[in-house]
């Protein structure tokens, strides 16, 4: 596996089959790692298609695997940069941390994704909304 990212809140490995790895450390570990599952739960509940989907979550070593949603951008103005942010929040949620380093380019079908969601708030009036 290759690693991504160690910082010291997170460890994120890719495999080579395509999945994605985080490990949360640090300050509030357990808090960030159930708030990006029910996230993205959320999000996918919704049908939302540019955000990993969650394929495990394992709280006793509070790591969650997900799929992979392509390769960081290097670069990318800021009005589309706010664009996506926006088209996120129609489906209940705010980023809260909309930073280009949060964003990746999935080649597959030409979709900037967001990734990254461990501080990300689900909009009042979405919290309890059954997905359409």
Do not use: W
């Not at 997170?10 to 029910?38: C, I, M, W």
């Not at 909309?98 to 380019?105: E, F, G, I, Q, S």
């Amino acid at each position: 596996m290759l690693k991504a990212k160690d910082t010291l809140r997170a460890t994120v490995r890719l495999s080579f089959d395509g999945k994605v790895y985080k490990a949360y450390h640090g300050p509030q570990a357990e808090t960030r790692f159930e708030n990006e599952v029910r996230v993205l739960k959320h999000l996918e509940a919704r049908g939302c298609e540019f955000v990993p989907r969650l394929l495990a979550a394992d709280r006793e070593r509070l790591e969650i695997v997900t799929s992979n949603c392509g390769s960081r951008v290097e670069h990318l103005d800021d009005k589309r940069l706010q664009e996506l942010f926006a088209e996120l929040e129609a489906y209940g949620v705010r980023h809260d941390d909309p930073d280009m380093r949060n964003v990746t380019y999935r080649m597959s079908d030409g979709r900037f994704c967001i990734i990254d969601f461990e501080f990300a708030t689900i909009l009042p009036g979405f919290e309890n909304r059954p997905a359409a």
